[in-house]
Each structure stands twice: as structure tokens, then as C-alpha cells.
């Protein structure tokens, strides 16, 4: 199964920040806006691959290919867990734990200025692999 996220990928971990809760006074850490816009804009995507499809449950391989608008650095681990995260958030997948989520082989990052995206290719694996 093939999916396309199209936008410039955000980390989750990366775009964090700092508020205050207006009830309580203590702080508390949040997505940045950013981060949060992107998670919307990919439900929307996301749910016109997978349409009420009951989420997946045995191992799979999760290949994405992260076509960034710049050449700047990213961390590729960040990316994958906002992906995996993503994935699980909206039912594509069960859980992102190491019994479902079994690899990323395959992962690439690649520049492409004039169209950003992630291309998940979600791929069923046997017992023994």
C-alpha cells in the first residue's frame, strides 16, 4: 500500500514548545503550530488512502521517502517517528511498536524544491523475516 503526504515533512520532536497553562500556572509542552498543521493536512491525505480500512496488525515495513524543499540538515529518526506517529494517530496502523512496526527499510531523504512530500510504501512481512 502507497501513500503520499504532500507538504514539506515535519518533525514532532523538533517543533515543540513551551506554554503555560492558564488554570494551573505550570507549563507544559506542546507541538508547534507548524507541526500541528502539518498532522492536519496529513488526516485529510491519509484518509483518502485508507478510508475506514481497519488499522493494520501484523508486521509491516514502513518505507518513506522524505522529499524535503531544502538541502538543510534533518534528523531522519525524527521524521520517521512523526510519520509513525501519524500513521498510528489516524488508524493506518495498530501501534507503532516494534511488532508491527518491524523496519524502515528503504528510507530515504531527498530534495525536491517544487514539490515536498512523504511517499509511504507500507509492505506486509512473513513471521520469519
Request: net charge neutral; charged share 30%; aromatic share 6%.
Amino acid at each position: 500500500m502507497k501513500i503520499v503526504i504532500l507538504g514539506e515533512p515535519r518533525t514532532k520532536k523538533n517543533s515543540q514548545q513551551i506554554l503555560i497553562n492558564h488554570s494551573t500556572g505550570r507549563p507544559f509542552v506542546s507541538q508547534s503550530p507548524a507541526y500541528k498543521q502539518y498532522e492536519h493536512d496529513a488526516a485529510w491525505q491519509v484518509w483518502q488512502h485508507w478510508n475506514n480500512k481497519p488499522p493494520i496488525e501484523t508486521r509491516v515495513n514502513i518505507k518513506c521517502v522524505f522529499c524535503m524543499k531544502t538541502h538543510r540538515k534533518v534528523d531522519l529518526t525524527n521524521l520517521l517517528g512523526s510519520i509513525d506517529d501519524i500513521l498510528t494517530k489516524f488508524s493506518v496502523i495498530k501501534d507503532d511498536n516494534c511488532n508491527i512496526v518491524a523496519g524502515h527499510d528503504g528510507t530515504r531523504v531527498r530534495y525536491d524544491k517544487d514539490n515536498p512530500r512523504v511517499e509511504i510504501d507500507i509492505t506486509e512481512l512473513g513471521e520469519e523475516e
